[in-house]
């Protein structure tokens, strides 16, 4: 979102239309540039009160390196199980203040009817509980990697969902080597170890700063891109080599659904105006456990659709929509 202050005052009903009209359960956004001191700070209305209103939870993760760099939050829709109070079912956190997707259920979720009936604990056939994340927490278990605030993971029942805004390999491709070979390495093994502590799926999502096949990149075959962050072969080969472990264990939902859609880009260069003509790249994926599509009977939660909303303002990204079903 290239600063969530700048996006609050120019497009202050965004977030607040978004949450809305799509009827949101969890809304992940990457590039924040806030430090800790902004988002506790009472002047800027950040933590309590972006969201507040709509009945969502935030969780924040900031760069501890630079100032106005990186970050990103989380927005989760406040459930109250049956018995308890809103306090109780909000998750605990692995660390304090400094934390630093989207889920709709359209056919089961009315989250009206949620807000205004706590004392039930289902929405439809679905146990609410499904719905309130055990834990939140920032970090890939490595100080390299998290003092950038560039994940924050959510521990659910039934999945744990990783918000993500993958390095940039940078201009002159100066961080190339330490986003492929360090970043991308340290991911994947704390995913695989996120699903094998939790025996459930993972799903991680955001701005992954990749546009892996052809059809994710407007103009495919130019010279440049072979020099160009976000389309150089090596992040290709590493983001494939993610998708490739155990035997293609990890799935990009989008392109799985619909293998041959063209045209479908989450970011365009506002410098070069190219969101008119749709001159952009794929660069923001929901990347799932394979088993997330393997529908049988004791499958408790399955991946549904996966979508973009490009018509949304705000940002030179849109978001990206990942639809699962929760089953009783």
Not at 70 to 99: C, H, M, N, W, Y
Not at 204 to 218: E, I, S
Not at 282 to 297: A, G, N, Q
């Amino acid at each position: 979102m290239a600063g969530i202050r700048a996006l609050l005052r120019k497009h202050p009903n965004a977030l607040p239309d978004l949450a809305s009209k799509h009827d949101i359960d969890v809304i992940c956004l990457q590039e924040t540039k806030l430090q800790e001191i902004h988002v506790e700070d009472p002047k800027l209305k950040l933590k309590g009160h972006v969201l507040e209103k709509e009945g969502y939870d935030s969780h924040w993760s900031c760069s501890t390196t630079k100032k106005g760099y990186s970050g990103t939050a989380v927005f989760i829709k406040r459930r109250t199980a049956e018995g308890g109070s809103a306090d109780e079912t909000k998750p605990k956190d692995k660390k304090q203040a400094t934390l630093g997707a989207f889920f709709v259920d359209k056919n089961e979720t009315d989250a009206s009817s949620v807000n205004s009936n706590a004392e039930s604990s289902n929405i439809g056939k679905i146990d609410v509980k499904h719905l309130i994340p055990d834990e939140v927490s920032c970090s890939m278990g490595a100080k390299e990697h998290d003092e950038e605030g560039r994940i924050i993971t959510m521990d659910f029942p039934l999945f744990s969902l990783a918000n993500l805004y993958v390095p940039n390999s940078g201009q002159k491709l100066e961080r190339l080597s330490y986003r492929t070979e360090q970043w991308d390495t340290a991911l994947l093994e704390c995913m695989q170890q996120k699903e094998k502590e939790g025996a459930n799926p993972v799903i991680w999502l955001g701005d992954l700063n990749v546009a892996h096949k052809a059809y994710d990149c407007w103009n495919d075959g130019a010279k440049h891109l072979a020099k160009q962050s976000g389309t150089t072969q090596e992040e290709k080969d590493s983001f494939q080599k993610q998708l490739d472990t155990d035997g293609g264990a990890y799935v990009d939902a989008f392109r799985h659904l619909y293998p041959d859609a063209k045209g479908h880009y989450t970011y365009w260069s506002q410098r070069a105006g190219n969101k008119a003509p749709n001159k952009g790249l794929r660069i923001d994926y929901f990347i799932c456990s394979k088993t997330l599509f393997e529908d049988s009977e004791d499958k408790k939660v399955l991946v549904r659709d996966s979508y973009m909303i490009p018509e949304q303002e705000g940002s030179d990204h849109c978001p990206i929509v990942l639809e699962l079903e929760i089953r009783k």
